[in-house]
C-alpha cells in the first residue's frame, strides 16, 4: 500500500467525526450549496444505469443517488466512513465496498456512470482516469464536482503548508485548474468533455443573505474571465463507443 492511500485512510478516519464541521455542509449556504451540486451530479443518470460512485464517503450522494432508482456501488478507502454510510442508507439498490478507487477489482465495461463529489483532488490523477476509463461501457460516462485551483481561498489552502494543515486537508490533495484537467481527460481517452465554472456561494454566507448571493453567483458564473476564479468545477466527459471515437 503506497503512502497516499495510508493518508488518505488517516484522513477518513478524522471526517468520520468532523466532516460537517470542516467542510460546512450543515449551514444555511453549505446545504444549498450541497442541493445544486447533487442535482448537477445527478442529472446526467438514468433510472436504470450501474453507477460506481468513487469515494463515497458518508454517503450524503449516494442518499440522492438512490431516488434515481439506479444500482450503486458506492466505493471508499475508509472503513470508518464506509460504516456511517452503511448505516444512514440501508438500501437495495446501494452497496458498499472498501476499495481502492484505482486499483480495483471491478469488471471491465461494466459501468454506465463513475460520479464521486470532491474525490478526484485526493487521488492520483492518472490512474484513477485509466481505471475510470477501464470499468466504464462504452459511450459511458463520468461526472464529478472538484474544488478550482485559480479560486483565491482554494489555492492558499492547498498550497500554504499550515493553512492546509489547519484547513483538515490530507497532504496529497490538490484542486485542478479547468484547461489542465480538460488536457488530462483527452489524454485518457475521454471525449465530449465538459468542464464548467459553478459555486460562489460560500458556506459561511448568513442565512438571510443566500438567495441573493445565490442570484450574484449565478451572474459570476456566465461572465469570462470572472468565472475562471469559481468556487468549483463541474466535470463530465464519455468514452468512446468505438475506437474511431477517438478522433472526434
Known amino acids: ?22 467542510w460546512y455542509w450543515q449551514t444555511p449556504a453549505g446545504k444549498e450549496r450541497w442541493r445544486r451540486r447533487a442535482s448537477m451530479l445527478a442529472f446526467g443518470i438514468g433510472n436504470n444505469a450501474l453507477v460506481l460512485e468513487v ?36 438500501c437495495d439498490n446501494i452497496n458498499f465496498v472498501c476499495s481502492n478507487a484505482y486499483k480495483s477489482a471491478l469488471n471491465s465495461a461494466t459501468f ?17 482516469l485509466e481505471e475510470f476509463y ?37 497532504p496529497d490533495e490538490t484542486a485542478f485548474i479547468r484547461w489542465k484537467l480538460l488536457d488530462k481527460l483527452k489524454q485518457h481517452g ?12 460560500h458556506p459561511s454566507i448568513p442565512k438571510i443573505l443566500v438567495p441573493f448571493m445565490k442570484k450574484v453567483g ?17 466535470i463530465e466527459a464519455r468514452k468512446p463507443i468505438t475506437g474511431s471515437d477517438l478522433e472526434m
Open 1 to 22: 500500500m503506497d503512502q497516499r492511500i495510508r493518508n488518505e485512510m488517516v484522513h477518513g478516519k478524522k471526517l468520520a467525526a468532523t466532516a460537517d464541521r470542516i
Open 55 to 90: 469515494g463515497c464517503g458518508e454517503s450524503s450522494l449516494a442518499s440522492e443517488l438512490k431516488e434515481k432508482q439506479a444500482e450503486i456501488i458506492a466505493i471508499d478507502i475508509s472503513l470508518e466512513l464506509l460504516k456511517i454510510a452503511k448505516e444512514n442508507n440501508a
Open 112 to 128: 454506465d456512470v463513475v460520479v464521486g463529489n470532491s474525490v478526484l483532488h485526493h487521488l492520483n490523477l492518472d490512474a484513477a
Open 134 to 170: 477501464r470499468v466504464l461501457k462504452p459511450d459511458g460516462a463520468i461526472f464529478f464536482a472538484e474544488p478550482n485551483m485559480l479560486n483565491p481561498q482554494i489555492a492558499v489552502e492547498k498550497n500554504v503548508p499550515f493553512i492546509k494543515k489547519m484547513a483538515h486537508s490530507s
Open 190 to 201: 475521454f471525449k465530449s468533455i465538459k468542464i464548467k465554472n459553478f459555486d460562489f456561494l
Open 218 to 234: 449565478y451572474c459570476l458564473e456566465s461572465i469570462p474571465l470572472i468565472r475562471e476564479i469559481s468556487g468549483s468545477l463541474y
